[in-house]
């Protein structure tokens, strides 16, 4: 649709009556059990319309937080940029009713002060985002990765310093180990700035926060949101048929690599697929419920490529059942099949 001042978009008034809402650990910010993500679909080649329409999908059917970062593109900023003109044109008036969140941590400028974790870095990247979104605060600032150069004390210092200015509501971070994350968490605590949220990467394929004991480290502590919940895609009706559409990430073949779906894995998903069926879910469905049946989990940190999936994952919140023992237990075979 293109928007005309006339036209302008009008929240549903429905949009928080099928909605979960879950509190990042001990604060008092709670979160849309769902979260949509703008690391891919939102850059500068994206189809403009197609991106409106999701954010504005997402918040009719009570998302309230959208996961940006400086470097969300291609290029660099993009996604940022574009999302602010989402806001400006659609969703300013219920500004008070999101939470947006950017990070900094990866590559974003040439030299030694536009990556890692240095205050210097940091300050700097949080103010390009805040302009590039159109927005005077974030409201969660995280560090994107652990820096092995930077002392935590520098970078848990710089994160304190951005909410004491008022530009970071709250503070996260993002790719920390359970002892990396033990270590920040005290140093946030100690200055008086706690963190909120650790972004992590899990989802029926990947395990690692279960075999590090980070999701018992963040229990009761601190949120965890979890990224690539369908790991990439995977975990989707796509690749079901062993093909790989023209579009689809795997297409792409850079974060989801196309060796990665062996006809043995195909098999896999399609074994996964039957358990979902059987419960009455697609398996994009059931591995954002599967997710959620963990108290210790937040919000599930979604992306999409077109409203059509966005919608059928948001189902997955009212089209649930508690898992059985059975069902967990071959979901858990088959994550370890998966290698
Ligand atoms: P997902 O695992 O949810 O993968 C999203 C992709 O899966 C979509 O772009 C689409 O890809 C496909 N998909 C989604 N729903 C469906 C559906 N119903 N049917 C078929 N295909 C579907 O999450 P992402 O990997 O995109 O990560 C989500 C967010 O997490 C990011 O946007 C970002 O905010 C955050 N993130 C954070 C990181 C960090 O380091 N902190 C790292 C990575 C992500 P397609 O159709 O193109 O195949």
């Known amino acids: 649709m293109v928007y005309t001042r006339a036209m302008r978009y009008r929240a549903e008034t429905t949009r928080y009556e099928a909605m979960e809402y879950r509190r990042c650990g001990e604060s008092g910010l709670a979160l849309s059990a769902l979260s949509l993500g703008l690391w891919h679909n939102f850059g500068q080649e994206a189809d403009s319309q197609a991106a409106r329409a999701m954010v504005e999908c997402a918040f009719d059917r009570g998302i309230t937080h959208f996961d940006l970062a400086n470097n969300y593109g291609p290029p660099p900023g993009s996604a940022e940029e574009r999302f602010g003109r989402i806001l400006k044109e659609s969703l300013s008036p219920y500004r008070d009713e999101l939470v947006i969140s950017t990070k900094a941590g990866y590559t974003m400028w040439p030299g030694p002060y536009g990556d890692w974790g240095s205050r210097k870095y940091l300050v700097a990247s949080l103010d390009q985002s805040l302009k590039r979104m159109g927005l005077e605060y974030v409201d969660i600032f995280y560090h994107h990765r652990p820096d092995p150069n930077t002392p935590l004390e520098g970078t848990m210092g710089a994160l304190s310093h951005l909410v004491n200015l008022g530009k970071a509501l709250y503070v996260g971070i993002s790719n920390y180990k359970a002892d990396e994350a033990n270590r920040a968490m005290a140093l946030l605590k100690e200055a008086g700035t706690p963190c909120i949220l650790n972004q992590v990467r899990y989802s029926i394929l990947d395990r690692w926060v279960e075999k590090d004991g980070l999701l018992d480290a963040m229990a009761n502590r601190c949120g965890t949101i979890c990224f690539s919940p369908l790991a990439q895609g995977l975990l989707s009706s796509t690749y079901l048929d062993g093909s790989i559409p023209t579009e689809s990430r795997a297409r792409e073949d850079h974060f989801l690599k196309q060796k990665m779906i062996t006809p ?8 996964l697929n039957t358990i979902a069926r059987s419960r009455g879910q697609s398996l994009s469905q059931m591995a954002i ?27 997955a919140i009212s089209h649930t059942a508690p898992f059985t023992a059975e069902e967990r237990e071959a979901i858990d075979r088959a994550s370890e099949r998966w290698g």
Do not use: M, P
């Not at 043995?264 to 074994?271: D, G, K, P, S, T």
């Not at 108290?295 to 409203?307: F, H, K, W």
């Open 264 to 271: 043995y894995r195909v098999q896999l998903l399609n074994e």
């Open 289 to 315: 419920s599967w997710l959620l049946k963990d108290e210790r989990i937040t919000s599930v940190l979604i992306g999409a490529r077109t409203t059509a999936q966005l919608g059928e994952n948001i189902d």
